[in-house]
Each structure stands twice: as C-alpha cells, then as structure tokens.
C-alpha cells in the first residue's frame, strides 16, 4: 500500500514552519507535546563554537533519552513537573555545514511521558530558538520562509533543512532561487532519506531568497 511518508522541515533554527495540508482532522490532531521528536540545527555563523541545547519541559515527571545516531551521541534525562531540562550536544556532531548532501545529524528525542522540546543554539551576542512539533504532529508538505542571503562578514545564505523523521521518506523539493550546487530555481528534484538523516539546501549567491520553496513528500511511480 503506497503511503506518504512524514518529515520535518526546518528554515533556519529561529522561523517557524507550517504544513501545507489542507484536512482540518489533522489540525485538529496538532500539538508540541509529545513523546518522540526529530530535529536538526542549519548551518549557522558560529559553527562548531557555538553551544546546541535541548530545552525539555513537561507536565509530569519523566525520562527520557536525546541521541544523535549518526554519530554515537546518547544522555539520559529526567524532568520534573514544570521544570526545564537542558541538554547540550557536542557541536561537533550537531553542526551541519554546506548544501545538498544527505548528513547523518538528526537529532532524535523520546521520553517516557509526553514532553514538550525547543531547540536553541547561541554564542556571544547571537541566540535562536525553535518549537520542535513531534512526529505524529508532522506534514507531508511545507513552503519555505526563510531570509534573504547576505553578504555580511561573509555569505550568510538563505537556507533551510529537511529531516527524514521514522520513516525513510523520498522529498521533491522546488526552490524559488538557485542553489549553492547549481539546482536551478523553480525546477523539482528528488533526495531520498533514511531515519535520521538530513538535507540542507542554501541559497547560491547574495540576494537570493529562498523563501517559497516547496518541499513535499512523494510516493515513488510502482514498475
């Protein structure tokens, strides 16, 4: 039986995203609290000297585990009723630099109870933050909103990631400007992902914005 394969969608570490599916069930089925999650950090200026932190909070008291499996990555956790737990990754292993290559950096959260998870990185004078939706709470297609490249001490490229989440999922995705490897603007290419596995896509030149891109998932043609 085909099935469309969930993911998350990630436009910088500090954008929110959103689906573009249109079934009101599903939204009513939203929700930030779960008890498995999936994420990972885009390439930001700091790179590996900035700190990545997870931000774990919860109704209830409970456990659970943070791991990056691409790299060997495990902590525990435990959290108390309306007490955030923090969780530091290497930066090492959480940092992702350049554009279009499938890496094994996704960041994958379980507890025991349901949780609700935020994902911050910071150094010096610069700190993001995003809301991290569970699994069950993903879509299976998003438009990107993302900034506009900048030529800024260096290039600061417009970007955004893709994270297979569970589920070994083939994405097509179509972006509004060319891309650092020289995908044309408005022309559809497909990555296939296995669990844990990411894909960020920059932006080629300064000005270019990616926002509006279109990353979906889709059901491979059967022989």
Same mark, same amino acid.
């Given at each position: 039986?085909?099935?469309?394969?969930?993911? =998350? %969608?990630?436009?910088?570490?500090?954008?929110?995203f %959103? #689906?573009?599916n249109?079934?009101? &069930?599903?939204?009513?089925s939203?929700?930030?609290?779960?008890?498995?999650f /999936?994420?990972?950090?885009?390439?930001?200026?700091?790179?590996?000297?900035?700190?990545?932190?997870?931000?774990i909070?919860?109704r +209830?008291?409970?456990?659970?585990? *943070?791991?990056?499996?691409?790299?060997?990555? #495990?902590?525990?956790?435990?959290?108390?009723?309306?007490?955030v737990?923090?969780?530091? =990754?290497p930066?090492?292993?959480?940092?992702?630099v350049?554009?279009?290559?499938?890496?094994?950096?996704?960041?994958h959260?379980?507890?025991?109870?349901?949780? *609700?998870? +935020?994902? !911050?990185?910071?150094?010096?004078?610069?700190s993001?933050?995003?809301?991290?939706? $569970?699994?069950?709470?993903?879509?299976?297609?998003?438009?990107?909103?993302?900034?506009?490249?900048?030529?800024?001490?260096? =290039?600061?490229?417009?970007?955004?990631?893709? *994270?297979? &989440?569970?589920?070994?999922?083939?994405?097509?995705?179509?972006?509004?400007?060319?891309?650092e490897?020289?995908? $044309? &603007? %408005?022309?559809? /290419?497909?990555?296939?992902?296995?669990?844990?596995?990411?894909?960020?896509?920059?932006?080629?030149?300064?000005?270019?914005?990616?926002t509006? !891109?279109?990353?979906? !998932?889709?059901? $491979?043609?059967?022989?």
């Amino acid at each position: 039986m085909k099935m469309f394969r969930r993911f =998350l %969608f990630l436009i910088g570490i500090s954008i929110s995203f %959103f #689906s573009a599916n249109t079934a009101s &069930a599903q939204y009513e089925s939203i929700t930030n609290e779960g008890t498995d999650f /999936w994420l990972a950090f885009t390439e930001c200026y700091d790179l590996t000297t900035a700190t990545y932190t997870m931000n774990i909070s919860s109704r +209830y008291a409970t456990s659970g585990n *943070v791991s990056i499996p691409g790299t060997g990555f #495990s902590q525990n956790f435990t959290v108390l009723p309306n007490i955030v737990s923090k969780v530091s =990754l290497p930066p090492f292993d959480a940092t992702i630099v350049g554009s279009e290559y499938v890496a094994v950096r996704g960041v994958h959260v379980t507890s025991v109870n349901p949780v *609700v998870v +935020y994902a !911050s990185t910071a150094h010096q004078y610069r700190s993001e933050a995003s809301l991290v939706l $569970p699994t069950p709470s993903l879509g299976t297609e998003y438009r990107a909103m993302c900034y506009a490249t900048e030529n800024t001490n260096g =290039l600061m490229q417009s970007e955004f990631i893709v *994270v297979a &989440a569970g589920d070994t999922v083939t994405v097509e995705i179509t972006t509004t400007s060319n891309t650092e490897m020289g995908q $044309p &603007a %408005f022309t559809p /290419w497909t990555i296939t992902l296995n669990p844990g596995e990411v894909y960020q896509v920059q932006a080629q030149a300064d000005g270019d914005d990616l926002t509006g !891109s279109i990353i979906r !998932s889709v059901v $491979p043609t059967e022989d």
